[in-house]
């Protein structure tokens, strides 16, 4: 017999959001720009390429916050070889409701929805 889940029925995170979030907006570009090289390059040579996220979360002692190490690494091929690129960064994000990640602070994102005034 399963037990209820106390976990919403469809994600909590909103993935498009948090990317955009990450370093302020820098991992979204670094990604793309890893994505696209790696592709041309892949049709270029007629070579695999690769691209790796590595994604590491650690909680921040005495709050309900965690700190999102975000690593981007891609290898792209070469008419000789391979290219290779890694950059790292990090994030400060807050844990809400079912592990909501966000910027801003769960409860201010409750409240900001709360006083919105329907047409304005």
Not at 52 to 74: C, M
């Amino acid at each position: 017999m399963t037990q209820p889940s106390n976990r919403p029925a469809s994600a909590a995170t909103d993935v498009a959001e948090f990317i955009t979030d990450l370093d302020g907006g820098m991992f979204e570009r670094i990604l793309s720009q890893a994505l696209s090289e790696t592709a041309a390059a892949s049709i270029d040579h007629g070579k695999v390429g690769e691209v790796s996220i590595k994604l590491k979360i650690e909680r921040i002692a005495g709050t309900h916050q965690v700190r999102l190490q975000h690593d981007v690494k891609f290898s792209k091929p070469t008419s000789m070889g391979r290219a290779s690129e890694e950059t790292s960064g990090a994030t400060v994000l807050h844990v809400g409701k079912y592990g909501r990640l966000s910027l801003a602070q769960p409860s201010l994102l409750d409240n900001e929805r709360q006083t919105k005034v329907p047409g304005l």
